[in-house]
Structure formats: structure tokens, C-alpha cells
Antibody, heavy 122, light 113 residues
């Protein structure tokens, strides 16, 4: 059974960099033609796709966040990571990693991590 | 970006009754080359990640009860729960995956009347 687990600091100071890692178990990141994704959800609000990465390192990001987002992959550890720089309170959200249900750069997502709350506050 | 608009924002339905949630996209999500609508539905319960219910607008994900169904084409879509159960209380989201960035509706809260 495929499982995804987010990890990283739950509190980040304004203007600093948010860093999260998604560890995949029960399947290999590099054995499938998927763009693994990051999605976030501010408290009490809706879902926003942040970006996605292919196991080769090719990435796509939401233009609304693109200049601040870096997504990377470590196939040896079966992990992919998110960095979001220059954070503000508006970046406070539950961050999810997810696996797409189809190949391609615009997928739906059929496996999700449990999510991790990141609060931006001094 | 394609804007997804759901209606209503919240809905209260009696147990055993039908619940209907609508989703409208700002442009068509029907891909003419394969005649598929790039539209998914999710259910989210408090403290949990979204759960995929429906993809290709009407294909039920494995394990999803058959009281959940999706319909529509082009820009207008509907999620129907034929006979509401207590465990269906949740937030529901539609998502288009026709183009990048993929985008979600604002969500519809479903409650028991």
C-alpha cells in the first residue's frame, strides 16, 4: 500500500524559508511516470496546488508561487522536497504531498499524505 | 488559470435524501481528442486529507460507494449522493486537471438536516 508522509518544522519565522520533505513508502518514486505533487490548504480555506516534480527532476510550479518555490527529488531516499522562501503569514497552511492518479503535468491526486501544519509566526 | 466555482457553499440534507453539489469551470475541461472531461471530485473530513471520489467527471474511484456519482460535461458538473449517510458529512471539492495550474473549487460543506 502506497504511503506518503510529510515532515519538517511546524513553525517558520516570517521572511525565512519553509522546508518540507515527503517520504514515499510502498512504491518507488522513480519507477512510475508521475509528477509527484505538493498542495496546501490554509486553515479553514480551500486547496491550492503548489507544484510537482518528476523523478528526473523536471518541475512545474504554480505561477502564483513560482518565484518562491523550489521542488527537488532524492530517488535514493524515495523522497521529494519543497522549499518556499520569503514566507509570510499568508503561507500558514497544512501542506500535503500527493501522488497523481495519471501521468502528465496536470493530474488529479489519488494518494495523499496526512498533511503537516506549518505556521509562519515570529 | 481555470476558475472552479462550486454551488452551494453549504448544504443541509436529511438522512436518506439526495444531495447535489454543482461545479462550474471558467472554460471547458473537455478534451476533444479523447472526449474526456478532466474533472475530479474529492471528499474531505476534518483533520484528514482529501479523498478522491470521482475522476474523468464520472468514474468512481475504487472502493467509493455507488451512492456517489458524477455527471456533466464541458463546463458544468454535478456530484450526487443518492441517499445521504451520516458518514458523508464532509467538505467536497471539485478539481480541474485540464491544464496547469490544476485548480480546485472553493468547497461545499455538506451537513445533516
Amino acid at each position: 500500500q502506497l504511503q506518503l508522509q510529510e515532515s519538517g518544522p511546524g513553525l517558520v519565522k516570517p521572511s525565512e524559508t519553509l522546508s518540507l520533505t515527503c517520504t514515499v513508502s510502498g512504491g518507488s518514486i522513480s519507477s512510475s511516470n508521475y509528477y509527484w505533487g505538493w498542495i496546501r490548504q490554509p486553515p479553514g480555506k480551500g486547496l491550492e496546488w503548489i507544484g510537482s516534480i518528476y523523478y528526473t527532476g523536471t518541475t512545474y510550479s504554480n505561477p502564483s508561487l513560482k518565484s518562491r518555490v523550489t521542488i527537488s527529488v532524492d530517488t535514493s531516499r524515495n523522497q521529494f522536497s519543497l522549499k518556499l522562501n520569503s514566507v509570510t503569514a499568508a503561507d500558514t497552511a497544512v501542506y500535503y504531498c500527493a501522488r497523481p492518479g495519471i501521468t502528465g503535468t496536470s493530474p488529479y491526486f489519488d494518494y495523499w499524505g496526512q498533511g503537516t501544519l506549518v505556521t509562519v509566526s515570529s | 488559470d481555470i476558475v472552479m466555482t462550486q454551488s452551494p457553499d453549504s448544504l443541509a440534507v436529511s438522512l436518506g435524501e439526495r444531495a447535489t453539489i454543482n461545479c462550474k469551470s471558467s472554460q471547458s475541461v473537455l478534451y476533444s481528442s479523447n472526449n474526456k472531461n478532466y474533472l475530479a471530485w474529492y471528499q474531505q473530513k476534518p483533520g484528514q486529507p482529501p479523498k478522491l471520489l470521482i475522476y474523468w467527471a464520472s468514474t468512481r474511484e475504487s472502493g467509493v460507494p455507488d451512492r456517489f456519482s458524477g455527471s456533466g460535461s464541458g463546463t458544468d458538473f454535478t456530484l450526487t449522493i443518492s441517499s445521504l449517510q451520516a458518514e458523508d458529512v464532509a467538505l467536497y471539492y471539485c478539481q480541474q486537471y485540464y491544464s496547469t495550474p490544476v485548480t480546485f473549487g472553493q468547497g461545499t460543506r455538506l451537513e445533516i438536516k
